[in-house]
C-alpha cells in the first residue's frame, strides 16, 4: 500500500525572514571587498519585515576588475534540514538593473578549488521594480566558482562532486547575498529566503517533537471574537461534543472540489491561521459516507517554516487539555491549530477510513474568503444524527 505520506504534494521550508520570528530571523554582517584596496562598499539593514542590500561594486585597482559586497548570516543558528529538497528561492525586488547578484550557503570546499572559495554558490536574476520569486535549482549550485569574480570554474552538471553534498543541505550553516564581479550601482530589497519542493518526511521530522499549544479555555480566549456558531464551542473548545453534526459545512455538492484556490484558503475560526489549499480537498470516500471537510497533507506552513496544524495523538482533548508534543505529520488521532490550539479533527491513515485523509471540523475553520470569525456554514439540515468522531 502507498501510504498518504509517501504520496504527499512537496511543500516549503523557511530558511530566513526579516520579521522578528523565533528560529528564521538571523543576524546578518555586511562585508566589502577586502582583496588589494577593494573599493565596493555597501550596506545591509532591516526594516518593515524586510531587509534591503545597498551599494556600490567597483573595480579593485590593482586587478582592474570589479570586486564583491556580500552579506551573510553570522548568528550560527542551525538551520533546517533542506536534504528533500529541489530548490532555493528568494522574494526580492532590485531598484537597479545589476547584474552580478548571487546566492551562497554553507562552507564547502571543493577538491582543487581556489582558496577563498568556500560554500555553494549561484548566480540569480533579480526581478526589477517589484517583489517576484527567484527560484534557484540547488543542481545550479557549485562550491567549484572563482574567488576573483564568482563565476563558476566546474558545476554540478559537470560532475556531482560539486554538488551540494548531503552534510551541507542537513544544516546550512551560513548563507550571504553577494553583489559580485559586475562594477555598479546596487540595491536589493529581500522579504524571504526559503527551501522548496521538500518531502514530507523532511516536513514530519521538522514538526514532530515541537510543543503544540494546549486547547483554549473558552472561545472567548480567541482572536476572533465574534463566532456566533453555537456548536463552535462545544466542538472546537471544550469537546463535550466530539464532532459536528453531519450538516456537510463547507460541502455544498456532491464532489470536491467544494472550493478553488483561487477563492483562498481555509483558515482556523479561532486565530486565523491558514491551514489547508482547497487543491488538497479530500475525495477519496462518497461524501454521503464522509460528510465532513476533509483535507489530503500538508497543511499550509506558517511563517517559522512549520505546520500551522499539530498532531496531538488519539483522544488528545478529552482529559489531556495541556500543551503537548506534536508527533509530526503522520501522526494519527487528534489534530489542532499550531498557533492557537483549538482542536480542529482527526487523521487517518487506513483504507477504510481513507488514506491520508485530516477529517475536520468545519465548525472549527473559516472557509476560503472568510473573514475572521466566520465558519463554514452547513449546506445542509442536520436531521437527527450524531457522529463520534
Known amino acids: 500500500m502507498v501510504t498518504g505520506l509517501a504520496a504527499v504534494q512537496a511543500e516549503n521550508i523557511v530558511l530566513a525572514t526579516f520579521d522578528g520570528t523565533a528560529g528564521t530571523t538571523h543576524m546578518w554582517r555586511e562585508q566589502n571587498d577586502p582583496v588589494m584596496g577593494g573599493k565596493s562598499s555597501g550596506t545591509f539593514t532591516t526594516v518593515s519585515g524586510g531587509a534591503i542590500f545597498d551599494g556600490l561594486v567597483e573595480d579593485v585597482p590593482f586587478l582592474h576588475a570589479p570586486g564583491f559586497i556580500k552579506a551573510s548570516t553570522t548568528d550560527m543558528k542551525p538551520f533546517p534540514d533542506i536534504s528533500s529538497c529541489t530548490n532555493i ?9 545589476f547584474s552580478g547578484y548571487r546566492f551562497s550557503f554553507g562552507t564547502a570546499k571543493a577538491p582543487g578549488g581556489k582558496f577563498f572559495a568556500s560554500g555553494y554558490k549561484s548566480n540569480f536574476a533579480a526581478p526589477v521594480g517589484n517583489f517576484g520569486m527567484v527560484s534557484i535549482p540547488l543542481k545550479n549550485f557549485t ?38 564581479g559586475v562594477k555598479g550601482k546596487v540595491h536589493l530589497e529581500i522579504k524571504s529566503i526559503q527551501a522548496l519542493g521538500c518531502t514530507a518526511q523532511t516536513l514530519r521530522a521538522l514538526s514532530a517533537g515541537r510543543l503544540c499549544p494546549a486547547i483554549p479555555s473558552s472561545a472567548k480566549a480567541c482572536p476572533a471574537r465574534n463566532i456566533s456558531d453555537e456548536q463552535f464551542e462545544p466542538v472546537c473548545i471544550t469537546r463535550e461534543i466530539n464532532a459536528e453534526l453531519q450538516q456537510r459545512r463547507c460541502m455544498g455538492g456532491q464532489h470536491a472540489p467544494y472550493y478553488q484556490d483561487s477563492q483562498g484558503v481555509f483558515r482556523c475560526a479561532c486565530c486565523g491561521a491558514p491551514l489547508w489549499k482547497p487543491s488538497l480537498q479530500f475525495d477519496q470516500l462518497p461524501a454521503d459516507n464522509w460528510p465532513w471537510p476533509s483535507f489530503h497533507s500538508p497543511p499550509i506552513n506558517g511563517t517559522d517554516g512549520l505546520p500551522n496544524v499539530c498532531h496531538r495523538g488519539p483522544g488528545y482533548g478529552i482529559t489531556n487539555r495541556n500543551a503537548t508534543m506534536d508527533l509530526g505529520l503522520g501522526g494519527k488521532g487528534e489534530v489542532g491549530c499550531a498557533r492557537c490550539g483549538v482542536h480542529l479533527g482527526d487523521f487517518f491513515d487506513t483504507q477504510d477510513l481513507g488514506v491520508d485523509h485530516y477529517c475536520i471540523n468545519g465548525v472549527c475553520m473559516a472557509p476560503p474568503g472568510g473573514k475572521l470569525g466566520d465558519v463554514c456554514a452547513p449546506t445542509q439540515d442536520p436531521g437527527s444524527s450524531m457522529v463520534v468522531v
Open 143 to 180: 562550491d567549484f566558482w572563482d574567488d576573483a569574480t564568482g563565476d563558476p570554474i566546474k558545476t554540478c552538471m559537470d560532475s556531482e562532486i560539486y554538488c551540494p553534498d548531503k552534510k551541507t543541505l542537513t544544516n546550512l550553516q551560513t548563507m550571504s547575498i553577494w553583489a559580485e
Open 89 to 97: 528561492e528568494l522574494k526580492v525586488k532590485s531598484t537597479e538593473n
